[in-house]
Nanobody, 125 residues
Framework: QVQLVESGGGLVQAGGSRRLSCAAS????????VAWFRQAPGKEREFVAAISWSTGRSTVYSDSVKGRFTISRDNVKNTVYVQMNSLKPEDTAVYYC?????????????????WGQGTQVTVSS
């Protein structure tokens, strides 16, 4: 079973950048697809980005972050990242990473059974 810990959240000004990390413990991390989700106050959790297993050659993004966010993975470090650029106040949310054993490409946008605790990102205007 994989366990996930997010880090990198904080306060950033609009237009700025932030990189979030999702560190995984457990075996065979490279066999997991990993996704980022976010939940803003009063809103439902929404999909942000996902990266496929192994080399992570396939990625998927929500329309709201496409072109601004980049997801990547380092299987040696058992870590998945999301680089967030051109941040907007509407990106303010708790960001969660999630993982599932899957070799599907492109990676799915739902059905992830393993979740981290989340990290808060606040974008000030």
């Amino acid at each position: 079973q994989v366990q996930l810990v997010e880090s990198g959240g904080g306060l950033v000004q609009a237009g700025g950048s932030r990189r979030l990390s999702c560190a995984a413990s457990g075996r065979m991390f490279s066999n997991y697809a990993v996704a980022w989700f976010r939940q803003a106050p009063g809103k439902e959790r929404e999909f942000v980005a996902a990266i496929s297993w192994s080399t992570g050659r396939s990625t998927v993004y929500s329309d709201s972050v496409k072109g601004r966010f980049t997801i990547s993975r380092d299987n040696v470090k058992n870590t998945v990242y999301v680089q967030m650029n051109s941040l907007k106040p509407e990106d303010t949310a708790v960001y969660y990473c999630a993982a599932k054993l899957s070799s599907t490409e492109p990676p799915s946008t739902g059905g992830y059974p393993h979740w981290g605790q989340g990290t808060q990102v606040t974008v000030s205007s």
